[in-house]
């Protein structure tokens, strides 16, 4: 059925969503040179749960290469945006 495949790709548009906010986090703090309002373990928090979706998609769903990839593209991105947060945070 089509929507089962369709549904299988849902990660990777989550993930591009995801990823579209966090790019946009990262735009506003160096546009403002200010982490104001941001909290590193709040980011902290979203990497360690993008780290146990990549644990899963790379043991329970091996077969979903793109979904892993789109997975490790937004561990980069949120890491840009923690490391960016604590930069300003002690800058």
């Not at 990262?26 to 990497?47: F, T």
């Amino acid at each position: 059925m089509q929507l089962h495949k369709l549904a299988a790709q849902a990660p990777i548009g989550a993930s591009v969503l995801m990823e579209a906010g966090s790019v946009g986090q990262v735009v506003r703090m160096w546009r403002v040179h200010s982490a104001l309002g941001q909290n590193p373990w709040s980011w902290a928090s979203v990497l360690a749960a993008l780290l146990l979706y990549c644990w899963h998609y790379r043991v329970c769903a091996p077969q979903l290469v793109w979904a892993r990839r789109a997975c490790w593209l937004s561990v980069v991105v949120v890491g840009a945006v923690l490391i960016t947060v604590l930069y300003f945070n002690h800058a």
